[in-house]
């Protein structure tokens, strides 16, 4: 169980209560969690995901320096049949789950994420290199991760850009 809170106080008061009906400890401050680091800022807190990130690029096999400048060529557009089918498409469905996972800290790679999500079930050559694309450029940007500020008021926007009729599969 992971208790935070800015009242240390209140926070001993919930640890001591817990303790009465659960045996447990306190490790001390979260520094990592189910793959998550967590480090505190001056004005909030910053996660990320660097060792996560270095077993994925490991497991991909990427051994070269190249890296990426955007997750995704310009004007790329998968479908279904790009390339030829892979025959074991194993790898590439365990690096995009492992990149699904890692959109928890990396937003930037969330839209491409989800496109190479949805050829998961018949995975092509295209598909498998442009999840390798995907590893370089996180590979680039390895520092990256979510800064979550004290002094923020929770607002969320999000913009929007369908452009449904430029969709190649339907």
């Not at 989800?114 to 442009?130: E, F, K, R, Y």
Request: with cysteine; hydrophobic share 35%; net charge negative.
């Amino acid at each position: 169980m992971v208790i935070n809170g800015d009242v240390a106080s209140s926070l001993s008061d919930l640890q001591s209560y817990l303790h009465q009906y659960f045996d447990m400890k306190s490790l001390g401050k979260l520094c990592y969690f189910l793959g998550l680091e967590i480090s505190d800022t001056v004005d909030g807190i910053y996660l990320s995901q660097a060792k996560y990130d270095s077993d994925l690029i490991s497991r991909a096999g990427l051994t070269d320096s190249k890296t990426a400048s955007t997750p995704l060529e310009a004007d790329c557009r998968l479908t279904p049949l790009d390339g030829t089918p892979l025959k074991d498409p194993t790898l590439y469905r365990q690096l995009v789950v492992s990149l699904i996972y890692l959109t928890i800290t990396r937003p930037d790679i969330a839209h491409v994420v989800h496109i190479v999500s949805q050829l998961m079930t018949s995975p092509h050559t295209a598909h498998h290199s442009t999840v390798l694309r995907i590893l370089r450029y996180i590979k680039g940007t390895r520092l990256h991760g979510l800064h979550i500020s004290t002094d923020s008021l929770l607002v969320l926007t999000s913009y929007l850009d369908a452009d449904w009729a430029g969709n190649p599969t339907d």
